[in-house]
């Protein structure tokens, strides 16, 4: 192997030009030609690093926190870790980078997908970006946790860029340690999956990796910090630009003071928008190139209607992002950025997922106006190339994309396929008021409309009692409702809050955020003590005529539909279908990722994996959730311990269906 290295180094390499990297890289590429190296293997990945070679890089290579102006990258290293261990892999997403299944079983896979071994053709780097937090400019953000690999671009011809998260210190790390912890890691590995499967744009999670490394955190914040197992996703996106990329050029914010780091470089804007029409846009860029404002306007058109669909989407599944700032939000309108994210049990038009948004800003009902607001922020990033009196009247266009779309999806997920009436707007709005009343689940609630036939099938009175006899119970009970509406705010704060809106009303708006949460704590308090005289008799007996409201109105419109077709069953199985792929039987429901994080903290990662293949079909009306158990049992790998005195008996949740009613405890859970 040797003699053949050296041979084609002189063969193919003038060694005096091109560094030792170069020559490596040469080196494997030929191998690869040549049939030596097999195709498919770590080793063998077509990187090409395009965004390093296209945007202005940070002079500076030593890694310490600071402002880093004039530059979109800093080149940075991933920390080691000690002794990587894999959680769980997408093989579907690790496809997308060539990536044969083999190599999970090798046994220095978690040292690639840790950071402590780099793959050849890997350039590492930590990108520089801004935002708009919680309404709010930031100043300086960037990738404090994350960290750029480089661009894969596979056989078909498709550009991947992949980064690690949670991989160490960078220069935008701040006052963290750059890194991420177990639970954190698998929620964002799942439900990028999730997402991915149930067909919404989003970036891809190749790998979930653990460590016995560990970094400390205070999972509340109040006051009881705990040592947690520093971990890190593989993620996979056509890129990791975002909105608040382009706001490093931002000047002076009124609010807050604070500017971008490399505010007046336009010419680095030009690059930016350049490099991101061309690459991501290609048709735009192929169509106006000779005209640039007109293909920056035409771009911003196009994320414009990507934005709002992808909402949309969001929307049409009951799932809240969570932290829908501009530095969260993808330049090319795919999901971006898992933390607190949450899919919606109970309908709540008002949910909101982040324990740390307490004003309610990024709530449910919400998320459309906040990514129309973004829209607008990154009209104002890049103003000073294109004015903005040429993008902010096109923001309209997200309204217009946002209605039609969603409608579009509603349909579909109310079995309204062959009719378009004027009212189906209102039977919507009906339903989630519905919903929202009798304090039903969203997901399941959805999933068994598809279980009513159209009017004038056989089965069809029948059907129609299990389909009311299942919605009922899907509803909430008194006491679940009670334990609901209880008080969340520091019974201190509150009463301070309130002692002061008694003197001193006018203050109200100064207390931001905080008067939103106490606000939201009346609200609770008043529906607490409506509840207070409700028994669980008069709570069904409302539900129940609620229902049977709803259901007649749906009933009326569904004979419509059956209006002047000849084949009721074939019409019956198509509608069926496209409920059934519209309205999905499984979601990351909170509850079924602690259970996987609470095996995984505990070193048993199979019901991280068996989750992953529930979610990786998330529309089946057929899987076999007890042979899938046993079969993830069979092929998946013992977790690693470090302390084989500490292991656990292997569990899994061959009882958890994962498709009923959440239980009890599942309103305990806080994410943050």
């Not at 439900?191 to 989003?202: D, Q």
């Not at 056509?238 to 009124?254: C, M, N, Q, V, Y």
């Not at 169509?287 to 640039?292: N, Q, T």
């Not at 009970?477 to 309130?498: A, D, G, S």
Request: proline letters at 4%.
């Amino acid at each position: 192997m040797i003699k053949i290295f050296r041979t084609r180094i002189r063969h193919h390499v003038n060694t005096s030009r091109i560094s030792l990297l170069s020559i490596g890289t040469v080196f494997l590429r030929k191998l690869h030609l040549h049939g030596i190296m097999s195709s498919g293997s770590l080793e063998s990945l077509n990187f090409d690093n395009l965004v390093l070679r296209s945007l202005p890089i940070d002079s500076e290579e030593e890694n310490y926190i600071r402002q880093v102006s004039g530059a979109c990258f800093s080149k940075v290293k991933p920390t080691p870790v000690s002794n990587p261990q894999l959680v769980a892999a997408s093989l579907s997403a690790l496809s997308l980078i060539d990536i044969d299944p083999k190599q999970v079983e090798r046994a220095d896979f978690a040292e690639f997908f840790s950071g402590n071994k780099l793959l050849p053709g890997s350039e590492t780097a930590a990108h520089c970006y801004c935002g708009h937090q919680f309404g709010y400019f930031s100043g300086q953000l960037g990738d404090g946790a994350a960290m750029y690999l480089g661009e894969i671009v596979n056989k078909s011809g498709t550009r991947w860029e992949i980064q690690l998260k949670g991989s160490g210190l960078t220069p935008f790390s701040r006052s963290a340690d750059g890194r991420k912890v177990l639970r954190s890691t698998i929620r964002e590995f799942l439900c990028s999956e999730a997402i991915h499967h149930l067909g919404i744009p989003t970036t891809r999670a190749g790998s979930c990796v653990t460590s016995d490394s560990r970094v400390v955190r205070d999972i509340f914040y109040d006051g009881h910090p705990i040592q947690e197992r520093c971990s890190i996703v593989l993620r996979i996106a056509p890129t990791f630009l975002r909105f608040g990329s382009f706001e490093i050029f931002k000047a002076t914010d009124s609010e807050t003071g604070r500017t971008g780091p490399s505010v007046g470089r336009n010419d680095i804007l030009k690059q930016m928008l350049d490099y991101t029409v061309q690459t991501f846009y290609p048709e735009i860029w192929q169509a106006h190139s000779a005209d640039k404002e007109t293909a920056y306007v035409e771009f911003f058109k196009e994320l414009t209607r990507r934005t709002a669909r992808l909402v949309a989407d969001w929307q049409s599944v009951g799932w809240c992002h969570g932290v829908l700032n501009t530095d969260n939000m993808s330049i090319v309108g795919v999901t971006i950025d898992y933390g607190p994210f949450g899919f919606m049990d109970k309908y709540d038009p008002d949910f909101i997922c982040n324990a740390s948004d307490d004003g309610g800003r990024y709530t449910y009902i919400k998320q459309p106006q906040i990514c129309k607001w973004n829209i607008k922020k990154f009209a104002e990033a890049i103003q000073g190339v294109v004015p903005l009196a040429k993008t902010v009247p096109e923001t309209k266009i997200f309204d217009e994309e946002y209605s039609d779309y969603y409608t579009k999806k509603m349909r579909k997920k109310f079995g309204l396929i062959n009719t378009i009436e004027e009212q189906d707007g209102d039977l919507v709005g009906s339903f989630l008021d519905t919903l929202h009343k009798t304090g039903a689940d969203f997901t399941n609630c959805f999933r068994c409309l598809s279980r009513l036939p159209l009017p004038g099938s056989p089965d069809f009175e029948e059907r129609l009692q299990e389909v009311t006899e299942y919605l009922l119970s899907q509803c909430s009970t008194v006491e679940e409702l009670k334990k609901e509406y209880r008080p969340r705010m520091n019974p201190r704060q509150f009463q301070m809050i309130m002692m002061l809106m008694e003197s001193n009303p006018q203050l109200a708006p100064a207390l931001g955020r905080g008067f939103a949460a106490f606000s939201q704590e009346i609200e609770r308090l008043e529906k607490s003590k409506e509840l207070e005289n409700v028994t669980d008799e008069d709570k069904k007996k409302e539900n129940q005529a609620m229902w049977t409201a709803w259901l007649k109105t749906y009933v009326e419109r569904l004979k419509k539909e059956a209006d002047k077709v000849t084949d009721l069953t074939a019409a019956n199985q198509r509608r069926k279908e496209v409920m059934n792929m519209t309205n999905p039987r499984f979601i990351l429901r909170n509850y079924i990722a602690q259970n996987a994080i609470d095996a995984a903290e505990k070193g048993d990662f199979s019901e991280v994996r068996r989750v992953l293949e529930i979610l990786q079909t998330p529309y089946s009306e057929d899987l076999d959730l007890g042979s899938l158990s046993q079969a993830t049992a069979e092929t998946s790998p013992p977790a690693a311990t470090e302390d084989t005195s500490n292991s656990v008996e292997s569990r899994t949740f061959v009882e958890q269906c994962y498709d009923g009613k959440p239980p009890s405890w599942s309103t305990d859970l806080r994410v943050t």
